[in-house]
């Protein structure tokens, strides 16, 4: 842990990307400011509505979500793998894809093969990201949520290419919410004790709440 608390006070880089929470939450924050009233703009009857109605399930699911989603993970794994935080240049350039995916999904005259390639690159990158980390620090026991990060990416990737066949989107839009909720209960069920955990050592109390994995074997014992 000492090594890892030296490594980031000498991080010399913007302040602005030294965590992945602070561009990203913030332009997930920006982009809904803008998606959500130009949804409400397609719908008065400017446009397309059916293919309005795509854009914005796509970009609240596989764009806003994954960046909210993206920003707590890489500040999160530091802590899981007492690794160092992907920063910096690196998560520059992890931004820039995100931007670049909300881009060619608004534009309307690109073709939709290179739109869904530049879309689909920032939950691949993601999920590259979260596995490498979790290999680096050895923290094999969080590899659940690489799966449901490469999972997630694939729902997007399948969105697409059902997309560009002219199918309806229906099931991988269900399967990336349904990921999402997987997601929200696995790292919740980490989280949540270890806030139960701290109340109850400041209160004296010796009750613990159960480690999360124990808690999941005896779920799947009973």
Not at 69 to 93: K, Q, Y
Not at 122 to 145: C, D, M, N, Q, Y
Not at 173 to 202: H, K, Q, S, W
Request: charged share 10%.
């Amino acid at each position: 842990m000492t090594d890892q608390t030296n490594e980031r006070a000498g991080y010399q880089g913007p302040a602005f990307f030294s965590y992945g929470f602070r561009p990203l939450f913030l332009g997930a924050a920006l982009f809904a400011g803008v998606a959500v009233p130009a949804w409400v703009l397609l719908l008065t009857g400017v446009g397309d509505v059916s293919a309005a109605r795509q854009w914005h399930v796509h970009e609240m699911v596989f764009g806003f979500l994954p960046a909210v989603i993206t920003g707590f993970l890489l500040t999160a794994i530091p802590n899981w793998t007492d690794r160092t935080p992907i920063r910096g240049r690196e998560l520059m350039l992890l931004c820039t894809v995100w931007l670049a995916g909300r881009l060619v999904m608004a534009i309307p005259f690109l073709p939709p093969l290179l739109s869904a390639f530049v879309d689909a690159a920032f939950l691949v990158t993601a999920a590259e990201l979260v596995w490498r980390e979790i290999a680096a620090g050895k923290s094999w026991s969080h590899a659940p949520i690489g799966g449901l990060i490469s999972l997630y990416a694939g729902a997007n990737i399948l969105f697409h290419v059902w997309a560009l066949s002219g199918a309806a989107t229906d099931l991988p839009e269900r399967m990336a919410l349904a990921l999402v909720m997987m997601l929200l209960a696995l790292i919740g069920g980490r989280v949540i004790p270890n806030f139960t955990r701290a109340f109850l050592d400041e209160q004296g109390m010796s009750e613990q709440p159960a480690p999360f994995l124990v808690s999941m074997a005896c779920r799947w014992c009973s």
